[in-house]
């Protein structure tokens, strides 16, 4: 038996759907943020004092890095999107163009190399301890001998320190860095291995509570990830790097991510020389 009731509900459902087709179809503003005319760059959520969401925000060394180098190629702060890079697709991401660059605390290796290219380095980074403040037992990896160390599982950095320093430590894995930190702060671990800068921003969002030993012991030379073979791109990179080191906005950047803490940059190495990518 036909339904009156029925057939006009099911009328009124296609006639919605094609007004919002063509919605869709006129602005695409209207059906989600159109990516045209904007650069993409490829950032951690996660990682305080670097790449971290915070209320729909972003903010970081890594994120205060990429609002330069974007300004100096002509977009303003609300012409960027916003991708989160996790460490395993960051190749990807870059290969199949999902994103214009990647500022993900990337590290420089010939391996990534062979998949994308690279432009920087904008910080050399190297690995070193986080421990409680209180806590001077611990000034360095030849200290750990019978100590408990924190690192993210699938990380190289707490091997490097049994294989090399103290093969006399006890390792224990988590999914993150902010559950490390949480495990020193409890007393489950003794310490937490990373990059410095990292362990920079966890010490910053302690509220004074841990502190970075200070004595890095390898070096990690942070690169602005781009697709394969675009030199023109990495010198246009590079000179904003330069820039920003010259005119002290680089200086003011990691200052104000690891305000409260004691830290400074291994002046050894920083600010870097950004050179690469351009003769790829």
């Not at 960027?80 to 697709?89: F, N, T």
């Not at 030849?142 to 006890?170: M, P």
């Not at 800068?197 to 970075?212: C, E, H, M, P, Q």
Request: proline fraction near 4%; charge should be neutral; hydrophobic fraction near 35%.
């Amino acid at each position: 038996m036909f339904n009156l009731t029925t057939h006009m509900k099911r009328t009124a459902r296609r006639v919605i759907a094609v007004v919002a087709a063509l919605a869709c179809t006129m602005s695409l503003a209207a059906c989600g943020e159109s990516e045209e005319g904007k650069i993409r760059i490829g950032i951690k959520f996660d990682q305080p004092g670097l790449g971290f969401k915070k209320s729909g925000t972003y903010v970081g060394f890594d994120v205060d890095v990429a609002k330069y180098i974007a300004k100096k190629l002509g977009y303003s702060e609300d012409e960027i999107v916003w991708k989160e890079a996790p460490s395993k697709q960051r190749e990807a991401m870059l290969q199949n163009g999902d994103v214009d660059m990647i500022l993900a605390t990337y590290s420089i290796t010939d391996e990534r190399k062979k998949a994308v290219s690279f432009a920087g380095p904008y910080f050399v980074a190297g690995q070193d301890l986080l421990v409680r403040k209180d806590d001077h037992s611990i000034n360095g990896p030849e200290d750990l001998n019978g100590k408990r160390l924190c690192s993210v599982t699938g990380s190289t950095s707490a091997a490097t320190v049994k294989e090399k320093f103290a093969s006399e430590v006890q390792l224990m894995e988590q999914p993150g860095y902010a559950e490390c930190a949480t495990a020193l702060f409890s007393g489950i671990v003794d310490a937490v291995t990373t990059d410095d800068i990292i362990l920079a921003g966890l010490a910053s969002a302690s509220r004074g509570k841990l502190r970075v030993v200070g004595k890095p012991f390898t070096q990690e030379y942070y690169g602005v990830g781009i697709k394969k073979g675009d030199t023109k791109f990495a010198a246009q990179i590079n000179n904003a790097i330069v820039d920003m080191i010259q005119d002290g906005s680089w200086k003011r950047a990691v200052a104000d991510n690891t305000k409260g803490t004691s830290y400074t940059p291994d002046v050894r190495y920083n600010p870097p020389t950004p050179n690469e990518g351009e003769g790829d």
